[in-house]
């Protein structure tokens, strides 16, 4: 088994954390991977980290960006210049576990489904887990993702040599869940493996921990990217509402 595995980063600000989670990719039990990182216009050390580690991994690829484009763009970036057989995703600030890449190829063998995603740890900025621990579904379909995104970015496993590449749209928020719904239009569900094997690092400044701020984000994305009628995208945005809630109780 030596298929390769296309890494999508994205990176802001990020020279705090990127060495750790460069580091996670480079311990991974399966080898055959290329982590394209495009920096979206940082203003801190993060060019300069990065390709301090690329003289020494040629398995990572940097494309600084001249001006900050949004995450969006900037995974696209990455998708564009992606060659291999599965796309996975993996922000800058997040970690994953050794058999993350091994076992995501394995369950997608094995089950068929050729879109998986995992459980994961969640940590504050300082890697400690004061938040338990999110537990995915077994499967998700396209109308489970407009109620609540289970799939978080750094867990997503996607085999593109039969599902294809697609692109996120180019929405300052949401573009995840966007890009997970073009699949799910085509395949009847994506499979949830429960064992926790990342680490999503909760930072404090993130928009996603402000419910208020995503709202219209959030209405928006139902009504001008999915074309839903009023009456759809309010019985989705009241899921949507109620389940982001309890997803951070704790």
């Known amino acids: 088994m030596n298929e390769l595995v296309s890494i999508i980063t994205p990176s802001y600000n990020s020279a705090r954390y990127i060495t750790a989670t460069i580091e996670s990719v480079q ?30 991994e040629p398995r990572v690829k940097f ?33 994953w576990f050794p058999d993350f890449i ?35 579904p077994e499967k998700v379909s396209y109308t489970d993702i407009l109620k609540t995104n289970s799939i978080s970015c750094l867990t997503a496993f996607v085999n593109i040599n039969t599902l294809g590449k697609k692109f996120m749209p180019e929405i ?8 997970w719904l073009q699949y799910l239009k085509e395949i009847p569900f ?41 009456l759809e995208s309010g019985y989705y945005m009241l899921h949507w509402m109620y389940r982001g809630f309890m997803k951070y109780r704790n």
């Not at 990182?37 to 690329?54: K, L, Q, Y």
């Not at 300052?172 to 890009?179: A, C, F, P, T, Y």
Request: proline share 3%.
């Open 27 to 56: 311990n991974q039990t399966y080898p055959f991977w290329e982590m394209l990182i495009v920096d979206d216009g940082s203003s801190d050390e993060t060019a300069a980290v990065v390709n301090a580690i690329c003289q020494k």
């Open 63 to 95: 494309f600084p960006l001249t001006k900050n484009v949004g995450p969006a763009k900037a995974r696209n970036v990455a998708i564009e210049n992606a060659t291999g057989d599965y796309m996975a995703f993996l922000d800058a600030d997040d970690i």
């Open 102 to 136: 091994e076992n995501s190829i394995r369950t997608i063998k094995e089950t068929g489904i050729d879109f998986v995603f995992t459980s994961y740890r969640r940590s504050n900025e300082n890697m400690e887990f004061v938040y338990s621990d999110f537990i995915v």
């Open 172 to 179: 300052r928020k949401r573009q995840d869940m966007g890009l």
């Open 190 to 230: 994506a499979h949830g493996i429960k064992e926790p094997k990342a680490i999503y690092r909760i930072r404090e400044n993130s928009l996603s921990r402000n419910k208020k701020n995503l709202i219209k984000y959030q209405w928006q994305f139902y009504r001008e990217v999915e074309r839903l009628n009023v």
